[in-house]
T-cell receptor, first 110, second 114 residues
């Protein structure tokens, strides 16, 4: 299964946009890019996913590079409740062994 | 729907004791998996299953057994607990069809082995 690389930590200010990067240089054509976040003392929760085109939902936006070797999760206006660990993972056709990386720990300053 | 339900939420064991962490999902998901998360660390895959009667090892399977007799349940067994197994355990499930199926996680089971 393809692996992803994310920065260990990032910091941003409240009410500012946050761009969380993820590199996946060995992505295959059928791999979907999924993002999850884990709030303190909770289980991970789904945020967004995409294949080739940029995606928007009520939580965030996902920007996917044209060559699909990287993607960026965008929180348009961060709040203190967005402080969490964010994970990027590739889920392909017939995916079985779903391995998470270390994720990015996002700190939001008031 | 209840989603993914894990029991117990907290458990303290002594070294050498055995126990089973329960995981149940009511979404008819074919895929289920167990992860462990040590303090300040990411998720590590222990075992996974793509359907009833089918299980396979993840990244860190040693010391754990699983079985999948029904679609709904995927219990994780610790045969002889060790302090190194102190961790938070998360169960997850997803539908394999369509391929876009997201992972649903339980709330976690916090295990301490003394």
């Amino acid at each position: 299964d393809a692996k992803t690389t994310q920065p260990n930590s990032m910091e941003s200010n409240e009410e500012e946009p946050v761009h969380l990067p993820c590199n996946h240089s060995t992505i295959s054509g059928t791999d979907y890019i999924h993002w999850y976040r884990q709030l303190p003392s909770q289980g991970p929760e789904y945020v967004i996913h995409g294949l080739t085109s940029n995606v928007n939902n009520r939580m965030a936006s996902l920007a996917i590079a044209e060559d699909r070797k990287s993607s960026t999760l965008i929180l348009h206006r961060a709040t203190l409740r967005d402080a969490a660990v964010y994970y990027c993972i590739l889920i392909g056709k017939g995916a079985q062994k779903l391995v998470f990386g270390q994720g990015t720990r996002l700190t939001i300053n008031p | 729907n209840a989603g993914v339900t894990q029991t117990p939420k907290f458990q303290v064991l002594k070294t050498g004791q055995s126990m089973t962490l329960q995981c149940a999902q009511d979404m008819n998901h074919e895929y289920m998996s167990w992860y462990r998360q040590d303090p300040g660390m990411g998720l590590r895959l222990i075992h996974y299953s793509v359907g009833a009667g089918i299980t396979d090892q993840g990244e860190v399977p040693n010391g754990y057994n699983v079985s999948r007799s029904t679609t709904e349940d995927f219990p994780l067994r610790l045969l002889s607990a060790a302090p190194s197994q102190t961790s938070v355990y998360f169960c997850a499930s997803r539908s394999r069809w369509p391929n876009t199926g997201e992972l649903f996680f339980g709330e976690g089971s916090r295990l301490t082995v003394l």
